[in-house]
């Protein structure tokens, strides 16, 4: 037996070679970028940068912000930046990683910057436009960045701007054990965070929504939709303020994602299949119409105001959303489209959705 290739597909806004591709134009079809032999964990893209972090811990980027790791780095191809990288995610003009599972580190244009170590090791990491959280194995969340709207920390801390990683606590939601909260996931949109939190004392799933507004009333509609009809939506939105409801005890959610403007679930209830749900924005097609897909769905990400899906057989990528720069395929009205279909020889391990860009991860056994 050989040894898996991997190759990385992308498209969409390449202005200053975040695509990896040797020049800085946008790309409106899947093209080639990188082949490797190594499994691909994760990958990051920031405003005008992107990062691939490897199964053995070597972090690559490329774009504009290769210059806060080596400025004598090609901007427009992808190159090893960082070594022993475990986590890694970026923001609009920054890059957070974590080495070793527990120290965080920040990179942007006041150089590299260590914040902190933690206690436990760090489990995922989640970002937005300026703002960053950080969960570990024990379901611990700290945060860093922009709190403006109030969309990390609630009303614990008022903050504008947190420079380091503070804890992010849930004291403001009453009748609730607060020691036993854990966040299981969380997701990011422009100026809001989506909490999924579990209490262990109550044995009950919490959705929280921490945001100035909720100008498009995502946290009432997520509630229609997975939420324990038993109990109403309690709390408030504002600044420094918190709103949440309880997750329906049949309902378990699979995937928990954030575009600038809308949030999508992926969920099954009573263990009768997985089901793709958007809530928010939809003037550019950013929510998901199932009903334009009759294949089952094996993954999904989603970026700044675009969506992508991995088909059950791993063959097929669609896209929907905003494809201003192509990162939807030639066509940008937003509906469901194919953007990908694999050659017969390849397969397709993951998508990842950027700021306005796509990247497609296969695989394919060497002759």
């Known amino acids: 037996m050989g040894f898996l290739l991997r190759y990385i597909d992308c498209c969409g806004s390449n202005g200053n070679g975040q695509l990896g591709l040797n020049h800085s134009e946008d790309i409106d079809r899947p093209t080639f970028s990188l082949a490797v032999n190594q499994e691909v964990e994760d990958i990051a893209i920031g405003g005008n940068h992107s990062l691939i972090l490897f199964k053995n811990k070597n972090l690559f980027a490329s774009g504009e912000q290769c210059g806060f790791f080596d400025p004598a780095l090609d901007s427009d191809r992808f190159d090893i930046v960082q070594k022993d990288v475990t986590h890694v995610c970026a923001g609009w003009d920054f890059t957070a990683i974590v080495k070793n599972n527990v120290s965080v580190f920040l ?11 933690l206690s436990e090791n760090a489990k995922f990491m ?36 947190v420079p380091e990683p503070k804890k992010i606590t849930f004291e403001d939601l009453p009748n609730s054990s607060f020691n036993g909260l854990m966040v299981l996931d969380c997701c990011m949109g422009r100026d809001y965070t989506i909490f999924y939190l579990y209490d262990e004392e109550k044995d009950t799933n919490i959705i929280l929504m921490r945001c100035k ?49 809308s949030v999508h679930v992926w969920y099954n209830k009573d263990d009768t299949g997985n089901k793709l749900v958007s809530f928010g924005n939809n003037v550019y097609g950013q929510k998901y ?11 999904f990400d989603v970026g700044t105001e675009h969506g ?10 669609y896209a929907w959303g905003w494809g201003e720069h192509g990162n939807c395929g030639p066509s940008s009205d937003g509906s469901l489209k194919l953007l990908f279909q694999d050659d017969g ?9 950027g700021y306005a860009n796509t990247f497609i991860v296969t695989s394919r056994m060497p002759m």
């Open 107 to 117: 990179y942007d244009k006041n150089g590299k910057r260590h914040l902190i170590d």
């Open 289 to 299: 119409d199932g009903s334009k897909l009759e294949e089952e769905i094996d993954s």
């Open 213 to 261: 507004t909720d100008r498009f009333s995502i946290l009432t509609n997520m509630y229609s939709t997975i939420g324990d009809r038993d109990h109403e939506i309690q709390g408030s939105v504002g600044v420094n303020k918190s709103q949440w409801f309880f997750v329906d005890k049949h309902v378990k959610i699979n995937g928990l994602k954030s575009m600038w403007s």
């Open 126 to 161: 989640r970002s937005s436009l300026h703002s960053v959280i950080i969960v570990d194995n024990k379901g611990s969340a700290f945060a860093f960045g922009d709190n403006k709207k109030g969309q990390l920390f609630g009303d614990m801390i008022t903050d504008k701007i």
């Open 345 to 353: 020889e390849r397969i397709v391990q993951n998508v990842f959705g």
């Open 308 to 317: 992508l899906l991995v088909t059950k057989d791993k063959h097929k990528v």
